[in-house]
């Protein structure tokens, strides 16, 4: 019985390792591994449909209020997860693309804690401004908060 249990999991691991011919289709380049040298010399492939249209561009500025150093993470031009110093601003010129035009391009900014002046752990300020006006402004203390706004 038990030679019987083993050699019917040998079977069944082969048939599963073997993939069950999922690869017909293909052709032999596509089976192929990919390097960054034949990616580079590959030609573009099309992707349908014409240029994205773009709205207006806007000059956006994230800031980050506080004393010491912090988390912030945040969206704008790019995305990312970064410990400063603060107080913190970014500032980038941005526009609304394809149906972001219609939803809005969402600008964020996510403050981590700081330390206030008797030592307590709090919530760092954050605000967005747009085109010179603040339209997004949250102050320190308390707990943390993000500060968030779509651009149309």
Do not use: Q
């Amino acid at each position: 019985m038990r030679k019987t249990l083993t050699a019917t999991a040998f079977v069944l691991a082969a048939v599963l390792l073997t993939g069950c011919g999922g690869d017909e289709g293909k052709s032999a380049d596509e089976g192929k591994a990919r390097t960054p040298a034949a990616e580079e010399n590959a030609e573009p492939k099309e992707t349908g449909g014409g240029a994205v249209e773009e709205g207006p561009s806007h000059e956006v500025t994230i800031k980050v209020e506080g004393t010491g150093r912090s988390t912030v993470m945040y969206t704008l031009d790019d995305s990312d997860f970064a410990k400063v110093d603060l107080p913190w601003t970014k500032t980038a010129t941005i526009a609304a693309r394809g149906a972001e035009r219609e939803v809005g391009r969402l600008v964020i900014v996510t403050p981590g804690s700081m330390a206030a002046a008797d030592g307590m752990l709090v919530g760092a300020g954050c605000s967005i401004t747009v085109d010179g006006k603040t339209v997004v402004e949250k102050e320190s203390g308390g707990k943390t908060e993000s500060c968030s706004y779509k651009i149309k």
